[in-house]
């Protein structure tokens, strides 16, 4: 009840459809199409009652289910020739207790309860008889004119759109009427006293046909990435592999998010700017939650390393978040959220909510649409890349080894903008006294270009790994950390050689075994063998349906 108005809603269901066999019981997505509107129109709080009117006893015991009220409609209302108007002018002759007379058709899955709420305000607010739901359908539109049998264009002249005059569709989905209106025209429609009401554009279909279904499953499936928020790190002492990952998902989502990043974090800041993503830099997590509530979020996604058990429960007790998506999270608070995605180790979990190892790795699509590598029997072409901040120079460390081994092919190095000045400033000194050959790239744009026709890989343990597997190339990693410790893929020695962690680096050892490889064609062979049985191409697909299954 609003302002002491009763309002009732009706969903009329007939059995017979002529373009779909019982089409309000069809299944959409292994649901009834009914029940789409009857869960949401339930949400509406200020709505006194629901019915649903039918012909059919098999559609009233189904939605009876539901905890909707039902009717069964007089045989003599169901015939093709019936209008709705008269299913419903009967109905509320027979039960007068009402003001506002709201039809929703069960052909419309989508309608939200947002948007059936705010119509049903806009209504109350008015002096009019009717609400119509519209979507804007401005175009340019052509009739045919009999007389002349010539076709002719219905406004004066060719216009861009935005200059032409609006054009309102009707959706069927929701008609509000007034009660005394019903009853003295058999009508639910005054022309002469209406508010066009215009919905969302993907709630606005109506299913008529089976290609109107399809497109319902459709954004069904997608219908989470309306609303998901990514809550990602980026700075010079953690990397920005969370961030390359998080932009990555951005770019397969068919909607654009919105990111999320703590203030000291400006690395990550300026990359998702860079990247035309929207981007708020949030203090704290009461000032994170707080920006929660003031939105309906269908999914938030986490890759801020671990969590805590706090933080995960206050996004539960505190905001409407439906779904809650973790990445590379080992904290306490991964067991209460949705689904953890743990791709760079292989661990057995205790929750059933974890996925891991490599077949969950996101890589950038640069490199995942594109042909893996040859194999050369000579190691002529090295590449060197240590991750965006290599906050260890490993890249030197790497070009001291080839340089003692007085390695006689060519180098390439590949850089970030996040690789300190200090460190360049070095390294390019240094580049001065080695006998090979040695380029460097700096904050490349295509990845597999640079990785293209190399036949060694010289990394630290991180997500690079990936990428450099999938296009078949052996390599040698050193672990920044005791977090790299726990990438377990580069750790085994089936595709390449870890030589270990960095402060506890065995310097003649790890010189001896880059020689081997180096020298030795049957080891980098063996390694590259290895590789060809791994591809991540389905790796989208499997992560996706975890953010977006509901």
């Given amino acids: 009840m609003i302002k002491g108005k009763k309002i009732l809603v009706i969903i009329p269901a007939r059995w017979g459809s002529k373009w779909i066999p019982k089409k309000n019981l069809k299944l959409l997505n292994w649901r009834p199409l009914i029940s789409y509107v009857i869960n949401e129109v339930k949400k509406v709080k ?17 939605v009876k289910e539901y905890g909707v009220n039902i009717s069964y409609r007089n045989p003599n209302l169901s015939q093709d020739s019936t209008t709705i108007d008269e299913v419903i002018y009967d109905f509320v002759k027979k039960n007068p207790f009402y003001d506002i ?66 054009i309102y569709k009707e959706t069927w989905g929701i008609i509000i009427s007034r009660k005394d209106y019903i009853l003295s025209t058999w009508s639910r429609v005054d022309p002469n006293s209406i508010i ?38 980026g700075n010079s002492l953690i990397g920005m592999w969370h961030i390359y990952r998080q932009l990555e998902i ?19 800041e300026m990359k998702i700017k860079d990247s035309f993503y ?34 995960i429960l206050n996004i539960r007790k505190s905001t409407l978040v439906k779904k809650i998506i973790n990445f590379e999270d080992m904290g306490t608070g991964r067991k209460h ?31 995942l649409f594109k042909e893996k590598n040859q194999f050369n029997s000579k190691c002529e072409n090295i590449v060197i890349t240590c991750g965006g901040t290599d906050p260890n120079n490993l890249t030197l460390i790497y070009l001291n080894f080839l ?43 295509n990845m597999w270009k640079e990785l293209s026709n190399i036949d060694l890989a010289l990394t630290s343990n991180g997500r690079t790994i990936y990428e450099i597997a999938h296009l078949n190339i052996p390599y040698v990693s050193i672990a920044q950390n005791d977090r790299e410790m726990l990438h377990t893929f580069a750790i085994h020695s089936w595709w390449g050689r870890f030589l270990g962690r960095y402060d506890t680096l065995d310097f003649k050892k790890s ?24 591809d991540f191409k389905d790796n989208i697909n499997r992560v996706l349906n975890l953010i977006l299954d509901h």
């Fill in 46 to 62: 200020e709505v006194d009652e629901v019915i649903v009117s039918s012909d059919d006893e098999l559609i009233l015991s189904i």
């Fill in 101 to 166: 007379v709201v039809t929703i058709q069960p052909t419309s899955p989508l309608i939200s309860s947002d948007t059936i709420k705010k119509a049903i305000l806009k209504f109350i607010e008015s002096n009019k008889n009717t609400l119509l739901s519209v979507e804007d359908a401005t175009h340019l539109y052509w009739m045919e004119d009999k007389e002349t049998w010539l076709y002719k264009l219905i406004v004066s002249e060719r216009k861009n759109r935005q200059y032409l005059p609006k």
């Fill in 511 to 534: 010189l001896l075994i880059l020689e081997k490889i180096i020298s030795y064609n049957n080891i980098r062979k063996k390694y590259y063998d290895n590789l060809l049985t791994y």
């Fill in 403 to 445: 340089k003692e081994l007085q390695f006689k092919g060519n180098v390439k190095i590949i850089l970030w903008l996040w690789y300190s000045i200090d460190k360049e400033k070095q390294l390019i000194k240094f580049i001065d006294t080695v006998p090979f050959n040695v380029e460097i790239k700096k904050d490349i744009s």
């Fill in 250 to 268: 951005a770019f397969l989502l068919n909607v654009k998010p919105i990111f999320f990043v703590r203030k000291w974090n400006d690395l990550a």
């Fill in 337 to 367: 959220a949705d689904v953890v995605i743990n791709d760079l180790y292989n661990f057995i979990s205790p929750y059933k909510n974890e996925y891991y190892w490599w077949q969950y790795a996101i890589l950038r699509h640069d490199v």
């Fill in 278 to 311: 929207p981007v708020i830099a949030y203090e704290n997590d009461k000032e994170f939650i707080e920006y929660l509530n003031k939105f309906n979020i269908s999914v938030l996604i986490n890759d801020i390393l671990d969590t805590t058990e706090d933080f």
């Fill in 196 to 233: 066009l009401f215009e919905v969302p554009k993907e709630e606005a279909i109506d299913i008529d046909d089976y290609f109107d279904l399809q497109i319902a499953a459709s954004i069904l499936n997608y219908r989470y990435q309306w609303k998901i928020w990514i809550n990602v790190i």
